[in-house]
């Protein structure tokens, strides 16, 4: 992304973030699990045209801090959104959460409704039971299974495959990238110290999917209609316990609709958000 990385303070700890500036309306990205900011950049150049952009690395992830020993959890991350939108000082804005950046920005938006205008999740996770195969990832003896298996390129390879529809798109770059992010001891630590702590990261466990009755903004849902890891069925699941809310499901779609129909994506959320729906089709194709 030709965007200049910059860094921000909060709960203590260095955060990478990009900002596209200027004086247009406001939008926050987050990222899901085991990711960062450029599970957006194929939409970013088209966003800057509409909003200013602000798209930031989770704690534990991508170039921002991996603190060992923090414990991280739902109320610990939309916390440090917060922070972070009170800093930039750019007032109330919409906020997309893909996957678990989808938990977050739900939490964020029951903890500090003056901050968040509109809500977009995309493939959220947090309205199914937990498999019984990820709570057996909690317990200590796994975690030195765990932690050598996600750095694995075979691994990674076969995990993108369930990510992505479209193979196409999985190029040894995006390969490359996604070694190169797991391959980071202190990301390892993150993934594993988040997943031994799942209760805290569990909508339903912290008590916060009782308490998604109290959004009364607006919310778009989007959903790819093959998400092998998030199962399209939740998507109306989110849609009937989330108020004022849309949903849209994106034909020929995995668990990133962002990045495998971006075109798709940004007429969605266009639509949603009132704004003039432009050629989008048109500039990918040149690409």
């Known amino acids: 992304m030709n965007y200049s990385s910059q860094y921000i303070t909060l709960g203590g700890y260095s955060h990478h973030y990009i900002d596209t500036g200027g004086d247009k309306p406001p939008i926050l990205l987050l990222h899901g699990f085991a990711s960062d900011i450029d599970v957006y950049i194929r939409v970013i150049p088209e966003l800057t045209k509409t909003y200013r952009v602000l798209a930031i690395d989770s704690l534990g992830f991508g170039k921002t801090a991996k603190p060992t020993g923090e414990t991280y959890s739902l109320t610990l991350y939309a916390k440090l959104m917060a922070e972070f939108i009170d800093k930039i000082n750019v007032g109330k804005m919409m906020v997309v959460g893909h996957s678990m950046g989808g938990k977050i920005a739900m939490v964020l938006s029951i903890l500090f409704p003056h901050l968040v205008s509109k809500l977009v999740l995309v493939d959220t996770d947090g309205f199914f039971k937990v498999p019984f195969f990820m709570q057996l ?12 298996l996600i ?43 988040m997943n031994a702590n799942y209760y805290l990261n569990d909508l339903t466990r912290t008590g916060y999917r009782k308490r998604l009755s109290e959004l009364k903004l607006p919310i778009l849902i989007i959903w790819g209609d093959t998400d092998k890891f998030v ?18 499901i994106i034909k020929h779609c995995g668990h990133v609709p962002q990045y495998e129909k971006p075109e798709a994506f940004l007429q969605a959320l266009e639509s949603f958000a009132g704004t003039t729906v432009s050629n989008h089709q048109a500039a990918f194709d040149r690409k």
């Open 137 to 148: 990832g909690s317990l200590k003896l796994m975690k030195p299974i765990i932690f050598k």
């Open 151 to 193: 750095g694995s390129r075979k691994f990674i390879t076969q995990t993108l495959k369930s990510v992505y529809v479209n193979h196409a798109l999985i190029t040894e770059e995006l390969i490359d990238r996604n070694v190169e992010m797991v391959a980071d001891p202190a990301t390892r630590e993150a993934m594993v110290s």
């Open 231 to 248: 199962a399209t069925k939740y998507a109306a699941v989110a849609h009937r316990e989330l108020p004022n809310s849309q949903l849209v």
